[in-house]
Nanobody, 111 residues
Framework: QVQLVESGGGLVQAGGSLRLSCVAS????????IGWYRQAPGKQRERVAG???????YYSDSVQGRFTISRDNAKNTVYLQMNSLKPEDTAVYYC?????WGQGTQVTVSS
């Protein structure tokens, strides 16, 4: 059974930065696409960033230019560097690969 574990969330002031990590229990990241998603209270889960097995990246319009997704296959880890954070970035952030999801990490941005 594959397990994904996110970490790195927390409370930060607007304009600050956080780096989220997602570690997989297997080498599932090596040849698959990976996504970072978020879900704010009362809202649907949305994809904010993705990276393909060929390292092509995707960003939603709301985070383009502020967030960066990257991967380290040797460490079975994918990262989400989040800069210039805004209060509207407050959400639980999840990583996903194939049909597997992590438990999420809370990001709270204060104004």
């Amino acid at each position: 059974q594959v397990q994904l574990v996110e970490s790195g969330g927390g409370l930060v002031q607007a304009g600050g930065s956080l780096r989220l990590s997602c570690v997989a229990s297997t080498k599932i990241f090596s040849n698959n696409n990976i996504g970072w998603y978020r879900q704010a209270p009362g809202k649907q889960r949305e994809r904010v960033a993705g990276i393909t097995s060929d390292d092509d990246t995707y960003y939603s319009d709301s985070v383009q230019g502020r967030f960066t997704i990257s991967r380290d296959n040797a460490k079975n880890t994918v990262y989400l560097q989040m800069n210039s954070l805004k209060p509207e970035d407050t959400a639980v952030y999840y990583c996903s690969c194939e049909t597997f999801w992590g438990q999420g990490t809370q990001v709270t941005v204060s104004s």
